[in-house]
């Protein structure tokens, strides 16, 4: 993947915003032990255990079933197994989706109004999504759109709603560290560096399922309204 964000030297679009939000997630979840932050420094990657209750996890798993179609990827899917998993956007205005949007919201401390819809994904066996970064690349397609529709992505937050029986590992490719799926736990991470400067080291993939299905969602924050 092109890594244009970096090597532009001009000024990197939201950078100000990036740092912000960064820091005020830093600081915000350093208070919280629950918030377990991973063991490197290249990228900041917190883990929390049991943030959804198991009843709350088999009523997403429900609903993503109910809207899962092929995954699609933005732009460069050269490769046809690139993304394989089923996805959907859930229904954001649902009682139920608000409640559980809104409590990644309160426990970052971010605008729920620059969260993305939370969308479910559904992996069977076999099925993966390979390495990617979840910032938009400058030199991108869809580039100018996502720009006007909410800015940069600042921080993906990720539940895993299901123990997987084999594969389906969450691993951040370029630091070295492999998170296995446990129904409930929260991953979040910053995309950019404390600087604000989108990171490469952000690089991470949902590893082929071997056995068992998975469910996820993910909700990513933007810089601005998200609309
Ligand atoms: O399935 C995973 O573990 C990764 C999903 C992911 O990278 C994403 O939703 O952006
Ligand atoms: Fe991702």
């Known amino acids: 993947m092109a890594d244009t964000n970096t090597r ?66 933005y732009e460069g899917a050269e490769d046809d197994d690139y993304r394989t998993s089923s996805s959907g956007d859930v229904d954001r205005d649902d009682p139920f989706v608000r409640k559980i949007s809104r409590r990644i919201d309160d426990f970052l401390g971010l605008d729920s109004g620059w969260g993305e819809a939370i969308q479910g994904q559904r992996y069977l066996p076999g099925q993966q999504f390979k390495p990617h970064h979840d910032w938009f690349h400058q030199d991108s397609s869809y580039w100018d759109r996502e720009m006007a529709r909410g800015g940069q992505r600042c921080i993906t937050a990720m539940a895993f709603l299901n123990d997987v029986e084999e594969g389906g590992t969450t691993d951040f490719t370029e630091v070295g560290l492999s998170v296995t799926p446990q129904t409930g736990a929260l991953l979040v991470w910053n995309n950019a560096d404390a600087d604000g400067v989108p990171n490469l080291d952000t690089m991470h993939a949902g590893t082929p399922v071997i056995r068992g299905v998975k469910y996820i969602f993910t909700r990513w924050y933007r810089t601005r309204d998200w609309n």
């Open 8 to 73: 532009h030297s001009g000024k990197i679009p939201d950078q100000g915003a990036l740092r912000a939000v960064g820091k005020r997630v830093r600081e915000r979840l350093a208070d919280n032990p629950a918030a377990y932050k991973l063991p490197t420094d290249r990228a900041e990657i917190w883990a929390v255990g049991a943030f959804y209750s198991p009843a709350e996890c088999e009523r997403l798993r429900d609903m993503i079933d109910g809207v899962a179609r092929p995954s699609s990827v």
